[in-house]
Structures are given as structure tokens and as C-alpha cells.
């Protein structure tokens, strides 16, 4: 398997000199569903930002399938997808609007496009409401619609922040049986969640962040060690 993500002894500090991130280092390989797991910051946002180019750094390094966030960042960002925590949008668009523009951004063909628009929006069964408004669209509606829109392109590296948050339970299935399907298929998942129990039977690793460190950065089995994740986590969290 290949390295999709690395993180090199990242930081991230704010004005107050608090660090958000500090010395960050894990791996994602290819067909890794990788949960990030940690309590209200913690530094998962602030480190999956800073992985997607939201959020500048200087400390530590991040490459993505070998390029340089910082000193590349158009060749990472053309096999990455993300999906933040509160999706933004475009909403004088349509959701059928929207989904093309992003096809455009990503140079997919008219025919790849029509099928992966037309099967992900089945699946999510939001089909019928393409032709609408994003403005009309309820909060779990355009999650929806973010999702779609990252998978368009089948990126190598997929990152999540808080997937699940705001879907209903048959959206939330799909999405897993997404991501699964797609790990079968060599792209990497990294994503943070609070949800331990959906964790626990989704991710084959698991990176634990506890105040901008990392207490633990592997395979589920080895954090675990025959207890529940939650069991295992309360206990790091010490």
C-alpha cells in the first residue's frame, strides 16, 4: 500500500501562544479508514485544515500521495476531497448546478459526471430535489450535496470533519458504505468523528489527540487491545 497522507511534526499555534497542534506526525495509506478521534479542541479541525490548505502553517510538514501542501498545494488538492464539518455552499445555485461546477473545476467528462451525479444522488435519494435552490435545502439535504460533490472526482485522499453530524440514519449507512467501497478501491479516509461507536466498526486505525498531541497514532486492534473503543479511549484520556 501507498502513503496517501503524511503528517510531519505539525503545529499550529494561535496569538495567545496556546498551540492547537503540537508535533503532529501520522501516516494514511491507501485503503485506510482512518478515524481521528479527540474531545472539543483537541486539534482536529485545526489539523485537518491545515491537511486540506485551509489553514496556513510553518511548523512540521504534510504531504499528500508525496507532494508538499505548502509547496504544491494544486497537485494535492487535485486528488483530495473535503468535506467539512458545516458545508458552505453556493446557495443561489441549484444542487444540480452546483455538482456540475464542481465537475468543471475537476475537468470530469460530461458522460463520468451524469453517472456519478445521477448514482451517488440516487443513493442519497435527493435526486428529485437537484433542480432546487441550495437556499431551500434543509442542513441534512446539503451535507448531502457536499458529499456528492467530493466523490465526483474519486479522490485518492478523502477527509471528513465530523461526517455524520446532521444525517439521517439511512444517509449516515450510505456514507459508511461509501467510504468502504472506496477504500476497496485504494483512497484513503481520514476523518474525525465524536461517534465511537461508528468508529470503532468503521476504521482499521485510529490517531487519538488529546490537547494538540497525539497519545496514539495506529491499528484499531493494537489501541484497543481486545477492550471497546470507548473503553480504550477513556482510558488514554486520562
Not at 432546487?132 to 478523502?158: C, D, F, N, R, T
Not at 467510504?179 to 484513503?188: L, N, V
Not at 485510529?206 to 491499528?219: M, N, P
Amino acid at each position: 500500500m501507498n502513503t496517501i497522507l503524511e503528517i510531519k511534526n505539525y503545529s499550529k499555534a494561535y496569538g495567545n501562544g496556546k498551540k492547537a497542534a503540537d508535533g503532529v506526525s501520522l501516516n494514511v495509506m491507501s485503503g485506510d479508514i482512518y478515524g481521528f478521534i479527540g474531545h472539543n479542541g483537541a486539534g482536529k479541525s485545526t489539523t485537518i485544515r491545515a491537511v486540506v490548505g485551509v489553514l496556513d502553517f510553518s511548523d512540521g510538514e504534510i504531504l499528500i500521495d508525496g507532494h508538499s501542501v505548502r509547496d504544491d498545494p494544486m497537485a494535492c488538492k487535485r486528488v483530495t476531497a473535503y468535506i467539512p464539518d458545516n458545508p458552505d455552499l453556493y446557495e443561489k445555485l441549484t444542487g444540480f448546478q452546483y455538482l456540475n461546477f464542481v465537475a468543471d473545476v475537476f475537468e470530469i467528462g460530461a458522460s463520468e459526471r451524469e453517472t456519478r451525479i445521477r448514482r451517488y444522488a440516487d443513493l442519497f435519494e435527493i435526486t428529485d430535489a437537484l433542480g432546487s435552490l441550495i437556499s431551500s435545502y434543509s442542513h441534512g439535504m446539503k451535507q448531502k450535496v457536499a458529499i456528492i460533490s467530493a466523490l465526483i472526482h474519486e479522490p485518492k485522499l478523502l477527509v471528513l470533519d465530523e461526517p455524520f453530524v446532521g444525517l439521517d440514519p439511512k444517509a449516515t449507512f450510505t456514507l459508511k458504505e461509501i467510504m468502504r467501497e472506496m477504500c476497496r478501491k485504494g483512497t484513503a479516509v481520514f476523518f474525525s468523528t465524536h461517534v465511537l461507536d461508528v468508529a470503532e466498526k468503521l476504521c482499521n486505525k485510529v490517531a487519538i489527540i488529546r490537547q494538540g498531541r497525539i497519545l496514539f497514532a495506529g491499528t484499531m486492534e493494537e489501541f484497543t487491545e481486545g477492550h471497546s473503543l470507548e473503553e480504550a479511549f477513556l482510558e488514554a484520556d486520562k
